[in-house]
């Protein structure tokens, strides 16, 4: 099946998830007009995103439980399945609800930030802990007589603060209105990308489909994490390098990390390996609002070569997961094919 048919079905899903909160809050006897406003920012902050992390709780089931499609699966496993992955698009939601008033953004997903939506405004801090909060009212309604239930609820906690771990030392150590690089490392930049993002967008989406799967060895969840983990601090390297030498036709974006102050890996690198003249222009012209000195950054960048050091951390950081998916021990069930999908969805990607 075409991701697009993936996409497509799971969408489908998230109708139903909306109707069963809001009946949730009925049931409490929240008056009507508070909840139209959840259901607004269930649909506005939730399903507009590209959904990888959501549809990979599917893809990893499907290739755990040994199918050829989703649509082999039974429709009540699929719904089930379907569900954790909406689960973790929630917890996204709830995060990025936050990160955007954090950061002062303006727009997200070629909208205003929920935030900045009429009549909204601090309303959000309250949105965010209710998306979140709505994941575990559907694991308790869906999930509870399940042998996996706690084990579910342990991991969305403790990987909900993980993610809150990264994003406080991101935020302690680049904020976006003072430049301090002394604060910078590639030790630090590591702790916050595998935190901030390996955790909850590669970890967990295989984790919830190893447990549904009824997968859960301790030896399993090492092999899976000692992959996944990796990958995931590979996936914000190469969005980092992307960022700063990706052309925008190609990322669908314009790269800001320079001017915002980003604690990336393209500058940590460029810190560790810079003359002392070198680390001067980085320190008068890194993270200011100006093009001249964000064109500035980037020509020391080149200069230095930090793209050939990226494409030899690349090259490097491929081989040793290949390597260790090639021991992957299946005798209990898992699969290293879960972990080669997700590795050939980032090497040498361009967007």
């Known amino acids: 099946m075409s991701k697009e048919y993936n996409r497509s079905r799971f969408l489908e899903e998230f109708p139903s998830l909306v109707e069963e909160l809001k009946e949730m809050l009925v049931n409490y006897g929240l008056p009507e007009d508070a909840i139209n406003w959840y259901e607004k920012s269930l649909n506005y902050n939730t399903p507009g995103g590209k959904l990888n992390r959501g549809l990979s709780v599917v893809d990893t089931y499907v290739i755990l439980k040994g199918y050829k499609s989703i649509d082999d699966l039974p429709a009540e496993t699929y719904k089930k399945v379907a569900l954790l992955g909406w689960c973790i698009e929630l917890l996204q939601a709830y995060f990025l609800v936050a990160d955007d008033m954090m950061d002062k953004s303006i727009t997200r997903r070629g909208q205003p930030c929920w935030y900045k939506v009429e009549n909204v405004n601090e309303i959000a801090i309250n949105d965010a802990f209710m998306l979140e909060g709505a994941i575990y009212m559907l694991l308790k309604k869906h999930f509870k007589g399940d042998e996996c239930y706690v084990d579910l609820l342990e991991l969305f906690h403790e990987v909900t603060f993980q993610t809150e771990l990264g994003q406080l030392l991101d935020l302690i150590t680049a904020p976006e209105d003072h430049v301090d690089l002394s604060k910078f490392s590639l030790e630090k930049h590591s702790f916050i990308v595998i935190y901030k993002t390996a955790y909850y967008s590669f970890y967990l989406p295989v984790v919830l489909a190893m447990y549904v799967a009824g997968i859960k060895s301790e030896a399993d969840l090492k092999q899976a994490h000692d992959v996944l983990i990796p990958l995931g601090e590979y996936f914000q390297i190469q969005d980092d390098y992307l960022d700063c030498f990706g052309k925008p036709e190609d990322i669908g974006k314009i790269g800001t990390d320079i001017q915002d102050n980003k604690c990336s890996w393209v500058v940590n690198t460029a810190l560790k390996n810079a003359t002392p003249a070198q680390r001067k222009v980085l320190d008068e012209n890194y993270g200011l609002k100006n093009k001249d000195t964000e064109a500035v ?55």
């Open 297 to 351: 950054c980037k020509a020391l960048f080149s200069e230095m070569k930090i793209d050939q050091i990226y494409h030899e951390y690349e090259e490097k950081v491929a081989a040793e997961l290949k390597a260790k998916i090639a021991n992957v021990d299946e005798s209990r069930g898992f699969k290293g094919e879960v972990l080669t999908a997700f590795l050939n969805k980032v090497y040498k990607r361009s967007k």
